[in-house]
């Protein structure tokens, strides 16, 4: 993975919500990209299982967000 966030970044994020929106999607795309090459070394080590969990569990997270900030709060229970 490349770069980090900076702060200049978090600042923008925290004002610019088309910013934030873009920001998150990008990053949701490169936590993606990083679990399914996880997934494909086929490691049965346990931390690689741990890893996989806790990305799964961000990406979920990620794309919540996402949708709540985005505008489109998608189907709703009855």
């Given at each position: 993975?490349?770069?980090?966030?900076?702060?200049?970044?978090?600042?923008?994020?925290?004002?610019?919500?088309?910013?934030?929106?873009?920001?998150?999607?990008?990053?949701?795309?490169?936590?993606?990209?990083?679990?399914?090459?996880?997934?494909?070394?086929?490691?049965?080590?346990?931390?690689?299982?741990?890893?996989?969990?806790?990305?799964?569990?961000?990406?979920?997270?990620?794309?919540?967000?996402?949708?709540?900030?985005?505008?489109?709060?998608g189907?709703?229970?009855?």
């Open positions: 993975m490349s770069d980090l966030v900076s702060e200049d970044d978090l600042a923008r994020a925290r004002s610019d919500p088309a910013f934030r929106q873009q920001m998150m999607a990008e990053h949701l795309e490169r936590l993606l990209e990083a679990l399914n090459k996880m997934r494909r070394d086929d490691s049965d080590a346990p931390e690689v299982a741990a890893q996989m969990r806790e990305g799964v569990d961000l990406a979920v997270k990620l794309a919540d967000r996402l949708q709540r900030y985005g505008g489109n709060p189907p709703k229970a009855a």
